[in-house]
């Protein structure tokens, strides 16, 4: 469980990107946090795994403040950020999905069946040797993700998996996030597309300036997001259950 | 983008080159390296004979090798006339323009062919083993000095490999923006370099920053390191160190032989 208490963060040009957010999330939630550019949504995860320290405030996992215990907080909250890119390092697949159980200090058999593991929750096993930079940018993100899961992390934060994907890609990647959350992971993923995986959401969280102005079921508040510049998927008065690009 | 960028990149395969222990490939090309540096002709192109020999084993994209010596050229030319215009008396066509002489030319010639050598023995190791196996071998090596950062240095010499293809793309990124907004019309060369220098540089920060943020959200530490242990060698491991230490005794005799000039 991450506990949120008073959080605020002042960048040092004098910035409040975060101003007294209060929330917990519980476990096997399926969060999405929105907002306009610039609202905070990036700042707040990169709380979550001890990224950013508060100037304010603090955050808890399990009780236990963040900033406390690093290493454990980073193997239960893992991190997929926006850019899949900037997170290859390894030379292959293989390798970069070791990158983390490698960091845990886990032994070679253990980090060896991690890897296996997170590469066929993924789909990614046929393309273990290949080079990372040779991926699409769907199967990117899905490195990413195996680069997370390959830690055995319980909570997952997504910062803008969609962004720069094609349709497929965006099925591909949706398609292993909820089967990840099915399997009992907690999900917290950043977006703008709330039309792509709102049906699947089990809480909705709005930040605008560094608030965080709305929260609650997505049946609850949808009809409020509007004020705060993000669109309601394919208008008003459309259920939640159809908003989901998976068909399936 | 990065995937066209062959420098430095490991290229997954199966070779006899693939499957030398890291260590003992590490050992070979600082070896012929370092032998480079003083051999002639006639020894060298024992050398070439042997590096030759060991890019057509590794079965590597020899041609895009080739291709990737481009990014070179430059270098490779200024370091070409510069000592082909020193080791030699230039002869002066028409009291007006200096032309290096045959050995000057000789002498640049020789040791454009060492650089070329050079980078062929880097990319050579480089496109053959991982930087995580580099990682753990120099780990293991620099461990053995005392008072000596080994996991920081191994880690910062894998991570450097790591990222050549990265820094080669923002590279080109940069430039090729430069280029769509007609930078070819300004003929001001220093507006020329401030206008890459600047955007790149910024980058490379920017990069730098996702890079380690990405690293310490994958809980990267220098204590939490535990090195996974090294493949031991094996009896193929040893033939290679012989064949090699063999072509280079022949290369050192044949060295011998010459006079020195």
Known sequence: ?248 | MAYNIMLYHYVPGNSVIHNIHPGIKLIIVLGFCILLFFLRLPALFIVLLAETIFILLSKTRIKQMFCELRKFFLFIIIILLFRAYSSANPVILLRIVPVPSIKGLFAGGHIAIKICMLIFFSLLLTSTTKASQLQDILYNAFTKIPFFPAARLSFIISLTIISIPILLDKFQEVDETRKARCIQSNKNPFYHLFSFALPFLFHILKTADDIACSMEARSYSEKNILMTKTTPLRKKDFISAAICLLIISAALYIECLVPVS
Do not use: C
């Not at chain 1, 215990?69 to 193997?75: F, G, I, M, S, Y």
């Open chain 1, 1 to 248: 469980m991450i506990k949120i208490k008073n959080l605020s963060q002042k960048f040092p040009d004098g910035t409040l990107a975060l101003k007294n957010i209060n929330h917990t999330i519980k476990r096997s939630e399926f969060i999405v946090i929105a907002g306009e550019n610039g609202s905070g949504k990036t700042v707040l995860v990169k709380h979550f795994n001890g990224l950013l320290q508060p100037t304010e405030g603090a955050v808890l996992l399990d009780g236990i403040p963040v900033s406390g215990n690093l290493k454990l907080v980073r193997q239960k909250i893992g991190y997929v950020f926006q850019n899949p890119d900037s997170q290859i390092l390894g030379q292959t697949v293989e390798d970069d999905v070791a990158f983390g159980p490698r960091n845990l200090g886990l032994s070679g058999s253990e980090i060896k069946k991690r890897v296996n593991y997170a590469l066929s929750e993924v789909g990614l096993t046929d393309k273990k040797d290949r080079i990372p930079y040779s991926l699409s940018g769907g199967e990117k993100r899905r490195l990413a993700l195996a680069g997370v899961l390959a830690m055995d992390s319980e909570i997952i934060i997504l910062d803008e998996p969609f962004i720069h994907l094609d349709y497929k890609g965006v099925l591909q990647v949706l398609s292993h996030i909820l089967s990840i959350h099915n399997k009992g992971k907690t999900i917290i993923l950043i977006t703008h597309d709330l039309e792509k995986v709102l049906a699947h959401t089990t809480e909705l969280l709005i930040l605008n300036n560094g608030e965080l102005v709305l929260t609650g079921k997505p049946y609850q508040i949808i009809d409020k997001v509007a004020q705060y510049n993000i669109r309601i998927p394919f208008g008003p008065g459309r259920k939640i259950e159809s908003m989901t690009w998976l068909t399936t």
